[in-house]
C-alpha cells in the first residue's frame, strides 16, 4: 500500500517563528517541516511550546515573527477560518462537540450542505459512512454525542476533519484521556491516513508513542525546537535527554543533619476517585527534615495526591501518620491542627481572599488562634503588629496591608501565603509547583524557606512538574505516573535523568513493562 | 478617596434625574406639579408625625435589609425575607395569645427570641439544602415566600382567628406583647431602636470577631476556606439562620409596634425592598439604615403626594427602579467623570 517511490514533498514549513507572552518566550526560533504523508511527533514537556506553535498553526495565535509555507507558499493564517480553507485541522485537547446534538449534525455543524438550509441528512450520513469504511474510523451517524466515549467523541472530532478533506490533521495529546486499546485503535487509523497521503502532526510527551507511531520527530525544550529527526536515528534514552535537556546543574543541598524517625508515613493512598483497579496507589515515608521530591507530567495525580493529604478530597489510605498521629478521618482542620502546611499551585483559588487585606488573609489560618482574639472578638492591633512583622521579614512589597491582594504581584502573593502557612514551625510542608509563576528572586526565595524548614526537621513534599526543581531541592525523588509511584530514587549529583525522563513517560522501573501497557 | 468628588458628583446627577423623571410623571398624570411635589414635602417632613412615619417605614425594611446582606456576605443569596417575616408575625401572635397573662418584661423578650428562631428556622432549611445538597436556594427562598403566606392564610381562618371577627383576622394582642410608642402623637415605636441595635450587633459580628471572618471568607472564596479548614456548609447555615432571623425580628416588630393583632398583607413587600436596600446599602450595617431611610422617604412621600394631588403613588416604584438602575451602571455612565477626577487627584 505504502507509495514511498515520489521523492519527499514538503507540505507545511515553520520557520523562525517567535512569540512571547507578557514577555517570556512561549516559542523562540522554533522549526518545523511536515512532510506529505507522514506523521510528525512534536515532543515535549508541558510549557515547552508545543500548544502555542499549534495554535499559531491553526491561526489562534498570531506569531511575533517567522514564516510559514504551505505547499511552498508563504501563507499567513488570521483565525482558525483561514487555515481551515487550507485544508488544515486540529483536534482539540478538549474536544469541541455539542453534547446535545448527533454525530452527523456534529460533523456538518457551520458548513453549508447541499440544500442547505434543507441539509440532505442521508447524503452527508452515507459520505461519512464511506469515510469512516476508509480509513476503519468506526462512528455512528445517528449516535447523539452525549451518549459516546471519550474515545468515540475523538473519532468525531477526526471524522469532522475528514469530511472537511484536511490534508494536515493536528491532534493535540490525544492519548491522554484513551485507553491502551483506544490508542492502539487510534495509531491504526493515523497510520491509513498517512497512506492515504494525509500527514499528521501528533502532539505529546509520551516518548513511547513517538517511538511507536512517528515517522519524524521534533522536540522542543523551554519554547525551543531543539533536533528534528527522523524517528530511525532515535531511541527513547535519547529522546528523553533531548527533552528534559542539559545536564543540570544541581544547586548544593546542605546536609542532612542525621537520620531521624519518620516523620510522615502514608501507606497505599488510592488516587483513582472510583478505584476501579487497585494498582494506582501510593506509598511513601518521608523523614523529619527531608525533602521529598514528587516529579512526574501535570495530571498524573498530583493535585489528588496533595489534596488526599490535606484531606480537601476524600481518597482512602490504609495509614497516613504524622509523627506518630494517625491523620485518617480527620478534617481538614484537624489536619492542619496537627501541623500541616499547604501551598497550592493555585494560589488563586485556593489561598487565597482575592478581594481582602492581609488581615483576612492572615486569619485564614489564624482564626482559630486564641493569641490574636478575646472570647471570639479579634484582636486586631495584635493581628496587625503580626502582619507588620511578617510584611518584614519575608520582604513582601507592598503599599498598604488593607490593599486587596489582588493587586500584589503573584511573588508577593506567594511570600504571603508561605508567611501564613510556614510559621509556627509546620511538621509537614505540602508544597504544590510553589514557585510557578515566580520571578528568579522570589524562586530563590521560597526554595530557600523550604529549605530552612528542611533543616528545622520538617517533612516536606515538593510536588512539581519543574524536573530542574525537584533535582535541586529534593533528598529523594518519586516519579509519578497516572496515579501511581513508578520509582523512587536517591537524590544525587549523579542521579540517572534519562532513567526519570523515562518514568515519566510512563516506564516503570519497578514493574515489567507488559504491565504499564496491558493497564 | 481620590476620586470622592467625581463619586459626590455622580451620585448628585442620579438624584436629579430621579426629580427630573418624578416631575415629567407627575406632568404625564397631568396634575399640579407643584400641589404634587408639596404633597410629598409635607408627607415627609410636614409634622413631627409625617417624620416619625418615615421611621416607622425604615423599621421592618432595615431589619430585613440587614438579613439579607448578612446572607448575601456568606455567598446566600436570601430572596425569602418576606416569608421569614411573616413566620415572625405569627410566632409573636401565637406567643401572646399563648401567655396573654405574661409580664411584659418577659413576654416580649419571648417574642423577640422566638421571632428570631421562627424566621431563622424558615431561612436555615434552604441554608441546609443548599449547604448539603447544593439546591439553590434563589428559588427555594421564593418557594418558602409562598409557603409561609399560605400558612398565614390557613392560621388566620383556623387555631389564629379571632372567632369574634367576621374577617381574618386574629384578637389584638395583650398589651405586653407591644412595642412602647417613642413620640406621643405618632406611630413611632421602639421598633427602630431595635432595629438600630441590631444594625450595631451585626456590624461587630461581621467585621470584629472570628466567626464574623469566617462568614465573610465563605462568601469570598470558598474553595479557600475549604483548603484551610472552615467548614463552607456550616458557616452558610449559620448565616442563613442570623439572616432569617432578623427578618423574623421584622415581623415581630411590625405586629408589637403596628398593628397589634395578626393580619393577611401586614407586610406590602418588604421582604422584597430588603434586598434593594442591602444593594444601596452596599451589604454595610449602616449603608443599610441609610438606605432603608431613604426608600421609607421616597415610600411615604408618594403616598402622602397621591393624597394631597390624587397622583398615582406607583409612581414611587417607577422612581424607585430607575434610580437602582443609574446605581448599578453608575461607574459606567460617569465612567469619565469618575476617572477624569482619579486622573487628577
Given at each position: 500500500?505504502?507509495?514511498?517511490?515520489?521523492?519527499?514533498?514538503?507540505?507545511?514549513?515553520?520557520?523562525?517563528?517567535?512569540?512571547?507572552?507578557?514577555?517570556?518566550?512561549?516559542?523562540?526560533?522554533?522549526?518545523?517541516?511536515?512532510?506529505?504523508?507522514?506523521?510528525?511527533?512534536?515532543?515535549?514537556?508541558?510549557?515547552?511550546?508545543?500548544?502555542?506553535?499549534?495554535?499559531?498553526?491553526?491561526?489562534?495565535?498570531?506569531?511575533?515573527?517567522?514564516?510559514?509555507?504551505?505547499?511552498?507558499?508563504?501563507?499567513?493564517?488570521?483565525?482558525?477560518?483561514?487555515?481551515?480553507?487550507?485544508?488544515?485541522?486540529?483536534?482539540?485537547?478538549?474536544?469541541?462537540?455539542?453534547?446535545?446534538?448527533?454525530?452527523?449534525?456534529n460533523i456538518t455543524l457551520g458548513l453549508k450542505e447541499t440544500g442547505y438550509p434543507l441539509t440532505d441528512r442521508k447524503a452527508v450520513n452515507r459520505k461519512?459512512?464511506?469515510?469512516?469504511?476508509?480509513?476503519?474510523?468506526?462512528?455512528?451517524?445517528?449516535?447523539?454525542?452525549?451518549?459516546?466515549?471519550?474515545?468515540?467523541?475523538?473519532?468525531?472530532?477526526?471524522?469532522?476533519?475528514?469530511?472537511?478533506?484536511?490534508?494536515?490533521?493536528?491532534?493535540?495529546?490525544?492519548?491522554?484521556?484513551?485507553?491502551?486499546?483506544?490508542?492502539?485503535?487510534?495509531?491504526?487509523?493515523?497510520?491509513?491516513?498517512?497512506?492515504?497521503?494525509?500527514?499528521?502532526?501528533?502532539?505529546?510527551?509520551?516518548?513511547?508513542?513517538?517511538?511507536?507511531?512517528?515517522?519524524?520527530?521534533?522536540?522542543?525544550?523551554?519554547?525551543?525546537?531543539?533536533?528534528?529527526?527522523?524517528?530511525?536515528?532515535?531511541?527513547?534514552?535519547?529522546?528523553?535527554?533531548?527533552?528534559?535537556?542539559?545536564?543540570?546543574?544541581?544547586?548544593?543541598?546542605?546536609?542532612?543533619?542525621?537520620?531521624?524517625?519518620?516523620?510522615?508515613?502514608?501507606?497505599?493512598?488510592?488516587?483513582?476517585?472510583?478505584?476501579?483497579?487497585?494498582?494506582?496507589?501510593?506509598?511513601?515515608?518521608?523523614?523529619?527534615?527531608?525533602?521529598?521530591?514528587?516529579?512526574?507530567?501535570?495530571?498524573?495525580?498530583?493535585?489528588?495526591?496533595?489534596?488526599?493529604?490535606?484531606?480537601?478530597?476524600?481518597?482512602?489510605?490504609?495509614?497516613?501518620?504524622?509523627?506518630?498521629?494517625?491523620?485518617?478521618?480527620?478534617?481538614?482542620?484537624?489536619?492542619?491542627?496537627?501541623?500541616?502546611?499547604?501551598?497550592?499551585?493555585?494560589?488563586?483559588?485556593?489561598?487565597?481572599?482575592?478581594?481582602?487585606?492581609?488581615?483576612?488573609?492572615?486569619?485564614?489560618?489564624?482564626?482559630?488562634?486564641?493569641?490574636?482574639?478575646?472570647?471570639?472578638?479579634?484582636?486586631?492591633?495584635?493581628?496587625?503588629?503580626?502582619?507588620?512583622?511578617?510584611?518584614?521579614?519575608?520582604?513582601?512589597?507592598?503599599?498598604?496591608?488593607?490593599?486587596?491582594?489582588?493587586?500584589?504581584?503573584?511573588?508577593?502573593?506567594?511570600?504571603?501565603?508561605?508567611?501564613?502557612?510556614?510559621?509556627?514551625?509546620?511538621?509537614?510542608?505540602?508544597?504544590?509547583?510553589?514557585?510557578?509563576?515566580?520571578?528568579?528572586?522570589?524562586?530563590?526565595?521560597?526554595?530557600?524557606?523550604?529549605?530552612?524548614?528542611?533543616?528545622k526537621g520538617a517533612c516536606i513534599l515538593l510536588i512539581s512538574a519543574d524536573l530542574e526543581e525537584i533535582l535541586s531541592l529534593s533528598d529523594r525523588i518519586?516519579?509519578?505516573?497516572?496515579?501511581?509511584?513508578?520509582?523512587?530514587?536517591?537524590?544525587?549529583?549523579?542521579?540517572?535523568?534519562?532513567?526519570?525522563?523515562?518514568?515519566?513517560?510512563?516506564?516503570?522501573?519497578?514493574?515489567?513493562?507488559?504491565?504499564?501497557?496491558?493497564? | 478617596?481620590?476620586?470622592?468628588?467625581?463619586?459626590?458628583?455622580?451620585?448628585?446627577?442620579?438624584?436629579?434625574?430621579?426629580?427630573?423623571?418624578?416631575?415629567?410623571?407627575?406632568?404625564?398624570?397631568?396634575?399640579?406639579?407643584?400641589?404634587?411635589?408639596?404633597?410629598?414635602?409635607?408627607?415627609?417632613?410636614?409634622?413631627?408625625?409625617?417624620?416619625?412615619?418615615?421611621?416607622?417605614?425604615?423599621?421592618?425594611?432595615?431589619?430585613?435589609?440587614?438579613?439579607?446582606?448578612?446572607?448575601?456576605?456568606?455567598?446566600?443569596?436570601?430572596?425569602?425575607?418576606?416569608?421569614?417575616?411573616?413566620?415572625?408575625?405569627?410566632?409573636?401572635?401565637?406567643?401572646?395569645?399563648?401567655?396573654?397573662?405574661?409580664?411584659?418584661?418577659?413576654?416580649?423578650?419571648?417574642?423577640?427570641?422566638?421571632?428570631?428562631?421562627?424566621?431563622?428556622?424558615?431561612?436555615?432549611?434552604?441554608?441546609?439544602?443548599?449547604?448539603?445538597?447544593?439546591?439553590?436556594?434563589?428559588?427555594?427562598?421564593?418557594?418558602?415566600?409562598?409557603?409561609?403566606?399560605?400558612?398565614?392564610?390557613?392560621?388566620?381562618?383556623?387555631?389564629?382567628?379571632?372567632?369574634?371577627?367576621?374577617?381574618?383576622?386574629?384578637?389584638?394582642?395583650?398589651?405586653?406583647?407591644?412595642?412602647?410608642?417613642?413620640?406621643?402623637?405618632?406611630?413611632?415605636?421602639?421598633?427602630?431602636?431595635?432595629?438600630?441595635?441590631?444594625?450595631?450587633?451585626?456590624?461587630?459580628?461581621?467585621?470584629?470577631?472570628?466567626?464574623?471572618?469566617?462568614?465573610?471568607?465563605?462568601?469570598?472564596?470558598?474553595?479557600?476556606?475549604?483548603?484551610?479548614?472552615?467548614?463552607?456548609?456550616?458557616?452558610?447555615?449559620?448565616?442563613?439562620?442570623?439572616?432569617?432571623?432578623?427578618?423574623?425580628?421584622?415581623?415581630?416588630?411590625?405586629?408589637?409596634?403596628?398593628?397589634?393583632?395578626?393580619?393577611?398583607?401586614?407586610?406590602?413587600?418588604?421582604?422584597?425592598?430588603?434586598?434593594?436596600?442591602?444593594?444601596?446599602?452596599?451589604?454595610?450595617?449602616?449603608?443599610?439604615?441609610?438606605?432603608?431611610?431613604?426608600?421609607?422617604?421616597?415610600?411615604?412621600?408618594?403616598?402622602?403626594?397621591?393624597?394631597?394631588?390624587?397622583?398615582?403613588?406607583?409612581?414611587?416604584?417607577?422612581?424607585?427602579?430607575?434610580?437602582?438602575?443609574?446605581?448599578?451602571?453608575?461607574?459606567?455612565?460617569?465612567?469619565?467623570?469618575?476617572?477624569?477626577?482619579?486622573?487628577?487627584?
Open positions: 500500500m505504502t507509495v514511498k517511490v515520489e521523492e519527499k514533498m514538503i507540505l507545511l514549513s515553520m520557520e523562525n517563528i517567535q512569540k512571547k507572552f507578557f514577555g517570556k518566550y512561549a516559542n523562540k526560533n522554533v522549526h518545523l517541516q511536515v512532510e506529505k504523508g507522514k506523521i510528525l511527533a512534536l515532543l515535549g514537556e508541558n510549557g515547552a511550546g508545543k500548544t502555542t506553535l499549534m495554535n499559531i498553526l491553526y491561526g489562534l495565535y498570531q506569531p511575533d515573527g517567522g514564516k510559514i509555507f504551505w505547499h511552498g507558499e508563504e501563507v499567513k493564517f488570521e483565525s482558525p477560518k483561514d487555515a481551515i480553507e487550507r485544508k488544515i485541522g486540529m483536534v482539540h485537547q478538549h474536544f469541541m462537540l455539542v453534547p446535545t446534538l448527533n454525530v452527523s449534525q461519512i459512512k464511506s469515510l469512516s469504511d476508509q480509513y476503519g474510523l468506526i462512528v455512528d451517524p445517528e449516535a447523539m454525542v452525549s451518549d459516546l466515549s471519550v474515545g468515540e467523541q475523538q473519532r468525531v472530532e477526526i471524522m469532522k476533519l475528514l469530511y472537511r478533506d484536511a490534508e494536515l490533521l493536528i491532534l493535540d495529546e490525544p492519548t491522554a484521556v484513551l485507553t491502551r486499546q483506544e490508542t492502539i485503535g487510534l495509531f491504526e487509523v493515523l497510520k491509513r491516513l498517512s497512506q492515504d497521503g494525509r500527514s499528521v502532526i501528533l502532539i505529546t510527551h509520551k516518548i513511547p508513542e513517538v517511538m511507536e507511531i512517528a515517522d519524524m520527530v521534533t522536540v522542543m525544550r523551554d519554547a525551543e525546537s531543539i533536533i528534528t529527526v527522523p524517528i530511525t536515528e532515535v531511541d527513547e534514552a535519547s529522546l528523553a535527554e533531548y527533552m528534559i535537556g542539559r545536564p543540570l546543574n544541581i544547586v548544593e543541598i546542605p546536609p542532612r543533619i542525621e537520620k531521624r524517625n519518620q516523620g510522615f508515613i502514608l501507606r497505599n493512598l488510592n488516587l483513582e476517585e472510583k478505584s476501579q483497579t487497585k494498582s494506582a496507589t501510593v506509598s511513601f515515608e518521608i523523614e523529619a527534615g527531608e525533602i521529598l521530591g514528587i516529579a512526574g507530567v501535570e495530571g498524573n495525580g498530583q493535585k489528588e495526591l496533595a489534596e488526599s493529604i490535606l484531606g480537601i478530597r476524600h481518597n482512602v489510605a490504609e495509614e497516613m501518620q504524622l509523627f506518630g498521629k494517625d491523620l485518617r478521618n480527620h478534617s481538614v482542620s484537624d489536619r492542619r491542627d496537627a501541623g500541616i502546611a499547604y501551598i497550592s499551585d493555585d494560589r488563586h483559588r485556593d489561598g487565597l481572599l482575592l478581594d481582602a487585606g492581609f488581615m483576612d488573609n492572615m486569619l485564614l489560618k489564624f482564626h482559630k488562634d486564641r493569641r490574636y482574639q478575646n472570647n471570639g472578638i479579634l484582636n486586631k492591633k495584635k493581628l496587625n503588629d503580626f502582619i507588620n512583622r511578617q510584611i518584614k521579614a519575608y520582604k513582601i512589597k507592598v503599599s498598604s496591608p488593607s490593599l486587596p491582594v489582588r493587586f500584589l504581584s503573584g511573588g508577593n502573593q506567594q511570600k504571603l501565603i508561605l508567611s501564613r502557612e510556614l510559621c509556627d514551625e509546620p511538621k509537614l510542608i505540602v508544597a504544590c509547583q510553589p514557585t510557578r509563576g515566580l520571578d528568579i528572586g522570589a524562586t530563590e526565595f521560597v526554595r530557600e524557606q523550604l529549605l530552612m524548614h528542611r533543616s518519586a516519579v509519578l505516573y497516572k496515579g501511581r509511584i513508578m520509582g523512587l530514587l536517591n537524590n544525587s549529583k549523579n542521579i540517572d535523568i534519562t532513567r526519570i525522563g523515562l518514568m515519566m513517560a510512563g516506564r516503570n522501573f519497578n514493574l515489567n513493562e507488559v504491565e504499564i501497557h496491558e493497564k | 478617596m481620590k476620586n470622592k468628588a467625581g463619586d459626590l458628583i455622580s451620585y448628585l446627577m442620579i438624584v436629579l434625574a430621579g426629580i427630573i423623571l418624578m416631575i415629567l410623571l407627575i406632568g404625564i398624570t397631568g396634575n399640579s406639579i407643584s400641589d404634587a411635589l408639596s404633597g410629598f414635602i409635607r408627607g415627609i417632613a410636614g409634622s413631627s408625625y409625617s417624620v416619625a412615619e418615615v421611621f416607622v417605614k425604615a423599621t421592618p425594611l432595615i431589619l430585613t435589609g440587614l438579613g439579607v446582606s448578612v446572607a448575601f456576605k456568606s455567598g446566600f443569596v436570601n430572596i425569602g425575607a418576606e416569608g421569614q417575616l411573616y413566620m415572625g408575625a405569627v410566632t409573636i401572635t401565637a406567643l401572646a395569645l399563648a401567655f396573654p397573662n405574661l409580664p411584659k418584661g418577659i413576654l416580649m423578650p419571648l417574642c423577640l427570641l422566638g421571632g428570631f428562631l421562627a424566621g431563622g428556622v424558615w431561612s436555615l432549611i434552604p441554608g441546609i439544602l443548599k449547604a448539603k445538597m447544593g439546591i439553590s436556594e434563589v428559588i427555594n427562598t421564593i418557594m418558602f415566600n409562598y409557603i409561609a403566606l399560605g400558612i398565614v392564610g390557613i392560621l388566620l381562618q383556623t387555631v389564629l382567628k379571632d372567632p369574634n371577627n367576621y374577617f381574618p383576622v386574629s384578637a389584638t394582642l395583650t398589651d405586653s406583647a407591644g412595642l412602647s410608642i417613642l413620640i406621643p402623637g405618632t406611630r413611632l415605636h421602639s421598633g427602630i431602636l431595635i432595629a438600630v441595635i441590631c444594625a450595631i450587633l451585626i456590624d461587630i459580628l461581621i467585621f470584629k470577631t472570628s466567626l464574623g471572618f469566617r462568614l465573610r471568607a465563605v462568601g469570598m472564596n470558598p474553595r479557600a476556606c475549604l483548603c484551610s479548614g472552615i467548614s463552607v456548609g456550616k458557616h452558610i447555615i449559620i448565616s442563613s439562620m442570623i439572616s432569617g432571623g432578623l427578618a423574623g425580628i421584622a415581623g415581630v416588630c411590625e405586629i408589637a409596634g403596628l398593628h397589634h393583632k395578626l393580619i393577611e398583607g401586614i407586610s406590602p413587600g418588604y421582604g422584597y425592598l430588603a434586598i434593594i436596600v442591602a444593594l444601596l446599602g452596599g451589604n454595610n450595617p449602616f449603608g443599610v439604615i441609610l438606605a432603608a431611610i431613604g426608600i421609607a422617604t421616597l415610600q411615604v412621600g408618594s403616598l402622602s403626594m397621591q393624597r394631597a394631588a390624587n397622583v398615582p403613588s406607583a409612581i414611587s416604584s417607577i422612581i424607585l427602579g430607575a434610580i437602582v438602575l443609574m446605581l448599578m451602571a453608575r461607574k459606567t455612565i460617569f465612567k469619565k467623570l469618575i476617572d477624569k477626577k482619579e486622573e487628577q487627584g
